[in-house]
């Protein structure tokens, strides 16, 4: 069921039942749709839980008033409220739009324990949630940029 070009995938689902687990749950593009209308950066982090490299995306500096949205399907997934400087050069939020909107997932790739966040319509990775944020959650979702578009208010 998996592919087998995309061994990062498969290290980063351990459940079998959640949508990012399942590639026909995860959106109706092709992949090669999915390459045409994603940069390289996205198609790697969105596709194969790839991570940007610190300090280098869209959006970890960006304070302006808007709605962050899914960068593949668009869905509503941040916003600016929510959103704060943790100083780890990705776009740092103590809590989703709608707790329905990102799926939390165990990942243990990487010899690690951590939690991954996709998005619940489409299934891309966005990144990791840690329990190091602020009040009042105490959440830190940790996104890469190249998961993300900007829709600003
Ligand atoms: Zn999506």
Redesign the pocket.
């Known amino acids: 069921m998996f592919d087998s070009d995309h061994p990062d995938i498969v290290a980063s689902m351990n459940d079998p039942t959640s949508p990012a687990a399942n590639p026909a749950l995860r959106t109706d593009l092709t992949e090669t749709d999915l390459r045409e209308r994603l940069s390289a950066e996205q198609f790697i982090v969105t596709q194969q839980a790839g991570t940007e490299p610190a300090f280098t995306g869209a959006f970890w500096d960006k304070k302006d008033a808007g709605i962050y949205r ?1 960068v ?2 668009e ?1 509503p997934l941040f916003s600016s409220d929510t959103k704060y400087e943790s100083g780890s050069g990705w776009p740092s939020f103590f809590e989703a739009l709608d707790p329905e909107k990102v799926t939390l997932i165990e990942d243990r790739s990487h010899g690690m324990s951590r939690t991954e966040a996709v ?1 619940a ?2 299934g ?1 990775h966005l990144g990791h949630v840690f329990q190091d944020g602020p009040r009042p959650t105490g959440q830190r979702f940790c996104m890469n940029s190249a998961s993300l578009d900007f829709l600003a208010e």
Request: with cysteine; hydrophobic share 40%; charged share 0%.
């Open positions: 899914c593949v399907c869905m998005c319509h489409c891309a």
